[in-house]
């Protein structure tokens, strides 16, 4: 940057989606040829005269100077909505990654800034629904450091004792991000199988008999006039990918988000489970 001040350039973030994942049903040994694979696919497809670093896990900064941003567009369109593949033995692994980005010059002169920009835009790919690349924008707000924001993310929403969604505000509840718990939950391997079963959408994993009454109750209770705060309280079931159905209790918000638009977060939970550790069962 000192030796081309105000030459074009990208700092790209990026990681794996779900990497957990594929550590914990493949094994470690697995996960770093994951990694391996991950920067493989880096050099060919952004090129040698990138620079590549490694924060950590599968946490990476790229940096890569261009002259037409509609190269680089495809580049990041191919890397993240193609998936990187390897051999695990005889089993062939695929996986997806995120990433996000910030522009030299123009979103910041400081490499320290524009890591972190790139990487909050990055978390806001995942929010998106993975598999996926954001630019850094002035819709988003850099309030902390990049760990505490990570933190927040993942380490809270995997480990709360309760599946968590963000979903458009459609017809058909287009599932933007779904922690582990509710990949559980609906007896799901893991988020690629989620995605899989569920098409991408809430409503179709709720019961048919269900769907009807569930969003009638729903609607109501939004349109009190004691409820400004656009929180909902339903009870419904659900049809698990083995098959199963299961009781949930759900507590949502309504949100208007400036980027995504309405967007309702909603946190639920096995009704059994509940009963059987309130000791009510």
């Given at each position: 940057m000192k030796a081309h001040?105000?030459?074009?350039?990208?700092?790209?973030?990026?990681?794996?989606?779900?990497?957990?994942?594929?550590?914990?049903?493949?094994?470690?040994?697995?996960?770093?040829?994951?990694?391996?694979?991950?920067?493989?696919d880096m050099r060919e497809t952004f090129g040698e005269e990138s620079i590549i670093t490694r924060n950590g896990?599968?946490?990476?900064?790229?940096?890569?100077?261009?002259?037409?941003?509609?190269?680089?567009?495809?580049a990041m369109?191919?890397?993240?909505?193609?998936?990187?593949?390897?051999?695990?033995?005889?089993?062939?692994?695929?996986?997806?990654?995120?990433l996000g980005c910030a522009a030299y010059p123009e979103q910041g002169d400081s490499y320290g800034n524009l890591c972190i920009r790139a990487d909050y835009a990055l978390y806001?790919?995942?929010?998106?629904?993975?598999?996926?690349?954001?630019?850094?924008?002035?819709?988003?707000?850099?309030?902390?450091?990049?760990?505490?924001?990570?933190?927040?993310?993942?380490?809270?929403?995997?480990?709360?004792?309760?599946?968590?969604?963000?979903?458009?505000?459609?017809?058909?509840?287009?599932?933007?991000?779904?922690?582990?718990?509710?990949?559980?939950?609906?007896?799901?391997?893991?988020?690629?199988?989620?995605?899989k079963y569920t098409g991408g959408t809430f409503f179709s994993v709720v019961h048919p008999d269900d769907r009807d009454p569930m969003k009638k109750e729903f609607h109501r209770q939004l349109a009190r006039t004691d409820n400004p705060g656009q929180i909902d309280f339903l009870s419904f079931r659900m049809v698990t990918k083995k098959g199963h159905i299961i009781e949930v209790d759900d507590a949502a918000r309504k949100f208007r988000n400036p980027f995504y638009g309405d967007l309702y977060y909603v946190y639920l939970y096995n009704r059994k489970d509940r009963l059987k550790i309130a000791g009510k069962e």
């Open positions: 001040a105000g030459q074009k350039a990208l700092v790209l973030a990026l990681d794996i989606d779900n990497f957990k994942l594929v550590n914990d049903v493949y094994g470690h040994s697995v996960g770093d040829e994951a990694l391996k694979t991950l920067v493989r896990g599968d946490e990476f900064i790229l940096f890569r100077p261009y002259e037409d941003f509609s190269s680089i567009t495809r369109d191919d890397f993240t909505q193609t998936p990187h593949t390897f051999m695990a033995g005889k089993r062939e692994v695929k996986f997806y990654a995120s806001g790919a995942k929010l998106n629904g993975k598999a996926g690349w954001r630019q850094f924008d002035s819709s988003i707000t850099v309030t902390d450091k990049r760990s505490q924001f990570s933190f927040n993310l993942t380490d809270v929403a995997d480990h709360l004792p309760g599946g968590i969604l963000v979903m458009k505000a459609t017809k058909k509840g287009d599932i933007l991000f779904a922690n582990k718990v509710m990949v559980d939950l609906l007896e799901c391997d893991d988020y690629e199988d989620f995605t």
